[in-house]
């Protein structure tokens, strides 16, 4: 499948900032045998200083880019080409739930895909006692690794509203759970300490979602927006395999890869320091558009 991608994301200040610098996490992601990206080209408004690309420890690409002059806004764009592949989905090869500790030990490695580092509290994912007893009344003991963590993200979906309103981007998981609602970072995060919880090891994955219009209704331009969902090691055999708990299905080719990591601060869009008084606010403009 082919979709062109494009994002723009704009910050406006109430009063000019006098230097700043941030880590951009916003290219798609060229992923062998998942996905292709054929064409990305980023722009960035003010023109910044400095700009350095680098590769973090999970393999994500980014970009640093630094400013020096006083500025009111700043509008990052992307335009990315970008071939989704089909995985095939075949039987489940994953071991039974009391098998994974075994096969985790004999991981004997800490190379970025080691299960080890998604098994514990991570900076903006800690372990709950609530979540992981929620988690595993949901789970069954003979289950098979997939199967739970197919069973905990339908759980999440039939229990937990969307709503845009109920957090922020700084809502720790914890409160997400009691409060029974949030958006897609918050599905992500809490599925993630409820799989950690009962020994699943989980990480983040952003991205885009192909969305569809109403039946009858024109596609609405830049009406998609930045998705997450969750990836789980579920043994040697299945390797990791990715779940979307916000709309209840495993990740397809209408999910399309930013970047992935422990939580969303290991791939959180943009990031960084800067000096300013004042308030500032931002908007964000995303369309996924299949090539016919």
């Given at each position: 499948?082919?979709?062109?991608?494009?994002?723009?994301?704009?910050?406006?200040?109430?009063?000019?900032?006098?230097?700043?610098?941030?880590?951009?996490?916003?290219?798609?992601?060229?992923?062998?045998?998942?996905?292709?990206?054929?064409?990305?080209?980023?722009?960035?408004?003010?023109?910044?200083?400095?700009?350095?690309?680098?590769?973090?420890?999970?393999?994500?690409?980014?970009?640093?880019?630094?400013?020096?002059?006083?500025?009111?806004?700043?509008?990052?764009?992307?335009?990315?080409?970008?071939?989704?592949?089909?995985?095939?989905?075949?039987?489940?090869?994953?071991?039974?739930?009391?098998?994974?500790?075994a096969e985790i030990a004999d991981y004997r490695?800490?190379?970025?895909?080691?299960?080890?580092?998604?098994?514990?509290?991570?900076?903006?994912?800690?372990?709950?006692?609530?979540?992981?007893?929620?988690?595993?009344?949901?789970?069954?003991?003979?289950?098979?690794?997939?199967?739970?963590?197919?069973?905990?993200?339908?759980?999440?979906?039939?229990?937990?509203?969307?709503?845009?309103?109920?957090?922020?981007?700084?809502?720790?998981?914890?409160?997400?759970?009691?409060?029974?609602?949030?958006?897609?970072?918050?599905?992500?995060?809490?599925?993630?300490?409820?799989?950690?919880?009962?020994?699943?090891?989980?990480?983040?994955?952003?991205?885009?979602?192909?969305?569809?219009?109403?039946?009858?209704?024109?596609?609405?331009?830049?009406?998609?927006?930045?998705?997450?969902?969750?990836?789980?090691?579920?043994?040697?055999?299945?390797?990791?395999?990715?779940?979307?708990?916000?709309?209840?299905?495993?990740?397809?080719?209408?999910?399309?890869?930013?970047?992935?990591?422990?939580?969303?601060?290991?791939?959180?869009?943009?990031?960084g320091v800067l000096k300013i008084a004042g308030?500032?606010?931002?908007?964000?403009?995303?369309?996924?558009?299949?090539?016919?």
């Amino acid at each position: 499948m082919l979709y062109d991608i494009g994002m723009t994301i704009a910050y406006d200040y109430d009063r000019p900032a006098v230097g700043g610098r941030h880590i951009l996490r916003l290219m798609p992601a060229d992923l062998p045998g998942l996905q292709r990206r054929i064409t990305g080209v980023m722009t960035i408004r003010p023109e910044p200083a400095e700009q350095r690309p680098f590769v973090d420890f999970f393999g994500n690409p980014g970009l640093e880019v630094v400013f020096r002059e006083a500025h009111d806004e700043i509008v990052f764009r992307v335009a990315s080409r970008i071939e989704r592949l089909p995985e095939p989905r075949g039987l489940d090869i994953s071991p039974p739930l009391a098998r994974l500790g075994a096969e985790i030990a004999d991981y004997r490695s800490l190379d970025p895909q080691a299960p080890h580092h998604f098994l514990s509290t991570s900076p903006r994912v800690g372990l709950s006692s609530e979540i992981t007893a929620w988690t595993r009344a949901r789970i069954a003991p003979e289950m098979t690794v997939a199967a739970a963590v197919e069973a905990v993200g339908l759980a999440i979906h039939r229990d937990f509203e969307f709503d845009p309103e109920a957090t922020t981007v700084d809502t720790p998981p914890a409160e997400a759970f009691a409060r029974r609602r949030g958006v897609c970072q918050d599905f992500a995060q809490v599925m993630i300490a409820g799989l950690r919880g009962v020994g699943i090891p989980a990480g983040y994955v952003s991205g885009f979602l192909r969305t569809f219009p109403p039946p009858g209704k024109p596609r609405l331009e830049g009406a998609d927006a930045m998705h997450a969902w969750v990836r789980a090691w579920c043994g040697w055999q299945a390797g990791w395999i990715e779940y979307d708990p916000t709309n209840a299905i495993a990740a397809g080719t209408d999910h399309i890869v930013v970047a992935r990591g422990r939580d969303y601060g290991d791939v959180a869009p943009v990031s960084g320091v800067l000096k300013i008084a004042g308030e500032q606010s931002t908007e964000q403009a995303v369309d996924v558009v299949p090539v016919e």
